[in-house]
């Protein structure tokens, strides 16, 4: 039985070991029998023949070690119990609300996975779901797991026994649950035990994630039914949006930012992935008002709390896949992701039919205009295939030029857009030269100067990120 329920890690590793064992083992063997033992024997046989041996068993070492990491996690993952948590991992992945949440809770854990389940907000010592068996209503069982895991309770995975109380080997368990933000989860399962020990830490670090994801949504929509205080979402919305950009070696960024009115579907973020990539967000939402609030909101929160800010595919399709389970009536978002690196200075991004995305490369002839093309559709509201990410070259003083079509599309008084006029171009060619707070304060004195300081409609934000 243990054999059945061993980590998966530990599986891994136990098969790492003896696969090892088994090349080197191999290696002395095939190198006794292949090198010449004449006297007069080489140094190059003595050195290329063991060399090639150690190549090709290295090879089908990985070969063999790829498949049995691909059966181990199909045979643990999907073919045991633990199926039924990643089942609720992948379904936890895509909730927005606490409604969400209780679906996902009664279509897996109570109706597959036979297990009940309680969710109390143990701060107000208040539950906010429970399944309908005697355990989770009965009233000893809530005095008992109140008096034991209090609120101070710290945050992880913990799990008990069948009095309720602090059990430390999970094999011997009557159920488990998750504190985190003074919350409780807790699910009671006979057969806790068989559960893969590795899948607990991966659902509490998606319960965490969805935490952040409900109480955004929430408190936006909370802020939108007081219709006469529009401010306080607009305040809200902005807290969503970096007032001041991080500080980056090598990469000098700056944003302007200008609603129409309090509330925008405008948005941008600069991430730091490491010392020498940074993740680069750059959108707008359809319309305006609370629907494009909500969803302005949910992007920047699932960018920021993605862990793997390098797979911008994988972002998207999870933005995209939000957006359509909210059901706001078309709505959508375009978007610009890009992972600036300024060691091997490549810019890999995704523009999803964001307008006016460029990279200013100055050559000797003067700046040069390389718009980043659209690559992938709208998000949100059509199905999105084949997305890929391009990848172009950056030079030293290259800047990345963002901004939303509300800048391009300001007319003057012959009805001639700014972003198809020979002064915006000359405007960008000349701000490239500058550092990226300069460059925004000429876009910005542009502005009236072009449209005769006629009224806007519609939303102005930029981004400036120059490289060196």
């Given amino acids: 039985m243990y054999f059945e329920v061993a980590m998966y890690k530990t599986r891994k590793r136990v098969f790492s070991l003896i696969l090892n064992s088994v090349v080197l083992v191999l290696f002395i063997v095939l190198s006794v029998a292949f090198v010449p033992t004449t006297i007069d024997r080489s140094f190059f046989a003595l050195t ?17 070690k790829q498949q049995y990491e691909r059966r181990l996690y199909i045979d643990v993952f999907e073919h045991t119990e633990t199926q039924y948590l990643m089942q609720f991992i992948a379904r ?71 009095s309720f109380g602090l059990i430390s080997s999970y094999k011997n368990a009557r159920g488990f649950f998750f504190s985190a933000n003074k919350q409780h989860l807790y699910i009671f399962c006979r057969y806790t035990r068989l559960f893969d020990f590795d899948a607990y830490n991966q659902l509490f670090e998606e319960f965490k994630r969805f935490q952040v994801r409900a109480k955004t949504i929430g408190e936006l929509t909370e802020i939108s039914d007081l219709t006469t205080q529009w401010q306080q979402l607009a ?97 959508y978002t375009v978007l610009f992701l890009g992972i ?12 999803a039919s964001m307008a006016d995305p460029v990279v200013l490369s100055r050559r000797p002839t003067g700046y040069r205009i390389k718009p980043l093309i659209a690559n992938a559709s709208l998000v949100g509201i059509i199905d999105m295939k084949n997305l890929r990410a391009d990848e172009v070259k950056l030079y030293h003083g290259d800047t990345i030029f963002m901004a939303s079509d509300g800048l391009s599309e300001i007319l003057n008084e012959e009805g001639v857009q700014l972003g198809d006029s020979d002064i915006f171009r000359k405007t960008l060619e000349n701000g490239a030269e500058k550092p990226p707070q300069q460059f925004v304060d000429d876009i910005v004195r542009l502005i009236p100067e072009y449209n005769g300081g006629a009224k806007l409609h519609d939303d102005i934000t930029i981004m400036i990120a120059k490289v060196g």
């Avoid at 991430?271 to 992007?299: E, H, R």
């Fill in 340 to 351: 600036v690196d300024t060691r091997q200075m490549t810019l890999k991004y995704i523009n």
């Fill in 92 to 162: 936890l992945r895509f909730c927005y609300s606490l409604e969400d949440f209780y679906k996902t809770i009664g279509d897996i854990f109570e109706d597959k996975a036979d297990c009940s389940v309680m969710f109390v907000d143990r701060e107000k010592n208040y539950v906010l779901y429970n399944s309908p068996s005697s355990i989770t209503t009965s009233l000893n069982v809530h005095l008992t797991l109140a008096m034991n895991f209090p609120a101070s309770w710290k945050e992880g995975v913990f799990f008990f026994d069948e």
């Fill in 48 to 64: 290329s023949i063991p060399a090639v041996i150690f190549v090709m068993l290295c090879s089908g070492s990985d070969i063999l």
């Fill in 235 to 331: 305040d809200a919305q902005r807290s969503f949006l970096q007032q001041k950009l991080p500080d980056i070696p090598k990469l000098k960024l700056t944003a302007y930012y200008a609603p129409l009115i309090n509330v925008s579907g405008d948005y941008y973020a600069a991430l730091p992935i490491n010392q020498d990539k940074t993740l680069l967000l750059f959108g707008d939402v359809s319309g305006k008002g609370l629907a494009a609030a909500l969803i302005m909101g949910l992007v920047v929160s699932i960018v920021n709390i993605m862990d793997n800010k390098e797979d911008i595919v994988s972002m998207i399709l999870q933005i995209d896949k939000a957006i359509k389970n909210m059901h706001l009536q078309d709505k």
